[in-house]
């Protein structure tokens, strides 16, 4: 049974960082690219970021958080990290991750459809 399960979301200031982990059991993580979504109340969800499948360690960022997000994997401990920094109002949303097998590239990856599997999703709060 595959389970990804999301932790690190919470309650920060305008301008400061959180670290998501994505924890994945059942599955091998050098197989799948991960992607991070988030959806925000009354809005459809949107891509944030992803990174590719294998040791092919090529990201892909959403503008908006281009620059202050870091999308990075240790597939040792089948897990996907994303760094927020200098947060901003905007971002808040509940975040999920999501894995998508054998997947690679930006017109893939910033599909949620082609994701096989979705975390639970964690909610991050930003304060002006």
């Known amino acids: 049974q595959v389970q990804l399960v999301e932790s690190g979301g919470g309650l920060v200031q305008a301008g400061g960082s959180l670290r998501l982990s994505c924890a994945a059991s059942?599955?091998?993580?050098?197989?799948?690219?991960m992607g991070w979504f988030r959806q925000a109340p009354e809005k459809e969800r949107e891509f944030v970021a992803a990174?590719?499948?294998?040791?092919?360690?090529?990201?892909y960022y959403a503008d908006s958080v281009k620059g202050r997000f870091t999308i990075s994997r240790d597939n040792a401990k089948n897990t996907v990290y994303l760094q927020m920094n200098n947060l901003k109002p905007d971002d808040t949303a509940v975040y999920y991750c999501a894995a998508a097998y054998r997947a690679s590239g930006r017109v893939q990856l910033t599909t949620s459809q082609r994701y096989n599997y979705w975390g639970q999703g964690t909610q991050v709060t930003v304060s002006s």
């Open positions: 990174i590719n499948a294998w040791s092919d360690s090529s990201t």
């Open positions: 059942g599955l091998m993580l050098n197989n799948y690219a």
